[in-house]
Nanobody, 119 residues
């Protein structure tokens, strides 16, 4: 199972970005999908998660600004980020808890995409 993330970049405060992450490979099922981020000198933190049924959860600092969604037919998860702040600057990683045809459920990670918010 491979995850390919895209959509990061540079944006001014108040701007928007949309991240995408597509899972591919011999996938039997995908449970939760989520986005984590890691800022310089800080631990990786869970930003948002969406279950296979569409339930979502967010860390407090992004509630009302970020929206996570998924397209189960495409095995893709999205993160719409609005009203971006400098403190949102980080490398963003997508995650999928998936079961391949040949093995047990485990966590898979995308390669990370840089988001920089600065004036």
């Amino acid at each position: 199972v491979q995850l390919q993330a895209s959509g990061g970049g540079f944006v001014q405060p108040g701007g928007s970005l949309r991240l995408s992450c597509a899972a591919s490979g011999s996938i039997l099922r995908i449970n939760d999908m989520g986005w984590y981020r890691q800022a310089p000198g800080k631990q990786r933190e869970l930003v948002a998660v969406v279950t296979s049924g569409g339930s979502t959860d967010y860390i407090d600092s992004v509630k009302g600004r970020f929206t996570i969604s998924r397209d189960n037919a495409k095995n893709t998860v999205y993160l719409q980020m609005n009203s971006l702040k400098p403190e949102d600057t980080a490398v963003y990683y997508c995650n999928a808890r998936a079961q391949p045809y040949w093995g047990p459920v485990q966590d898979y990670w995308g390669q990370g995409t840089q988001v920089t918010v600065s004036s």
